[in-house]
């Protein structure tokens, strides 16, 4: 094999003949040059196989050298911009249809609907109860124990008060049966640190009976009441009233003896006659609300005044400042009303 040296003089010789165009003749002890495979052809970005050869300049568009050279639309075929067109107006349609796909009639149609079933699902199967508002006289010698009606979504407050219409602050309470109506208690002033008041009956159930023990201040029989859920009347606020004066008892002008309340006068302060025969009078000097009944030689009388002559003979009265009185019938009342001094005419 020639040696390093003889490569180098036949690539001399080889380059030299090439540049004079003779043709040189390889030594016969000199094996040929290997010759490199064909490269493949170039690929592009685009992933097709790039020409070898560059496009001649006949092959490629004119460059613009004006904008009146530009191509326009009119160049397009016929009809092509309505075709246009008519595929937006299309993607149009198919945009609204997905955003919107009820028209506003049937949008409309949709929500009474729905409001429709959510009254229907709110309406309760059986009609809501009556919610009314009386009081009772409580008696502590008693076997039955009184009876509160609730209903569920109806909470029933109750309170006790004191023959001068003052409210007897509460110093315990007990439900028991959780599963029916859960007890709370709360004072009237807002203060954490005062005894409450007003006692708290909330149904949790629709149906059933339970009761509630209750302890007053001062007084050492605790007060049994029955809970009944599901009746037709709901108890929205149920005063007992004890014939005894309360550790908050009012002043009395005229303390009655300790003899029971007459219900008559009960069902006075509820708005009702105090006897079936009844016969209502008319009142002027005091607020419109008042009312009055004959009953015999009595006069019986529902109003916020203070009755100061004559003297009445028995009276009973509500923490929300009303007052039943029974008295001789006559046919002008001296009373104390707002302040001031008036007096009630009593028209037969």
């Known amino acids: 094999m020639p040696g390093r040296a003889g490569w180098r003089v036949l690539h001399c010789v080889t380059l030299l003949g090439g540049l004079v165009g003779l043709p040189v003749a390889a030594a016969q002890d000199t094996p040929p040059l290997p010759t490199a495979a064909p490269s493949a052809p170039l690929v592009g970005l685009t992933g097709s196989p790039r020409p070898t050869e560059p496009r001649s300049p006949a092959a490629l568009p004119p460059i613009p050298r004006s904008a009146a050279e530009l191509p326009s639309l009119e160049a397009d075929p016929p009809g092509a911009l309505a075709e246009r067109e008519r595929q937006r107006a299309q993607a149009h349609q198919r945009a609204l249809d997905l955003l919107m796909p009820m028209n506003p009639e049937q949008i409309k149609t949709v929500i009474q609907s729905l409001e429709t079933h959510e009254r229907l699902a709110s309406e309760p199967a059986s009609p809501p109860p009556e919610a009314v508002m009386e009081a009772e006289l409580l008696d502590l010698t008693t076997r039955t124990p009184p009876v509160v009606r609730a209903a569920q979504g109806y909470g029933a407050s109750v309170i ?22 859960v007890v709370a208690a709360h004072a009237v002033s807002g203060d954490k640190e005062d005894l409450p008041t007003v006692l708290v009956i909330q149904p949790t159930a629709r149906y059933g009976t339970g009761n509630v023990l209750v302890a007053l201040q001062g007084l050492e029989t605790p007060i049994v009441l029955t809970v009944v859920l599901g009746q037709t009347q709901a108890d929205a606020r149920k005063e007992f009233k004890l014939r005894l004066a309360g550790p908050r008892a009012a002043p009395e002008y005229a303390p009655p003896p300790p003899a029971p309340v007459d219900r008559a006068l009960i069902d006075v302060l509820n708005g009702l006659p105090p006897q079936p025969d009844a016969r209502p009078v008319d009142l002027a000097g005091v607020e419109p609300e008042a009312r009055a009944w004959r009953v015999g030689e009595y006069t019986y009388l529902r109003t916020l005044a203070e009755i100061y002559s004559p003297a009445y003979e028995d009276r009973a009265s509500s923490p929300s400042g009303l007052h039943a009185y029974k008295l001789r019938a006559v046919p002008v009342l001296l009373a104390s009303h707002r302040g001031q001094m008036v007096e009630v005419r009593v028209q037969p």
Do not use: E, I, V
């Open 160 to 181: 006790f008060t004191d023959r001068t219409g003052r409210a007897w602050p509460m110093t315990a309470y007990q439900g028991f049966n959780p599963n029916l109506f």
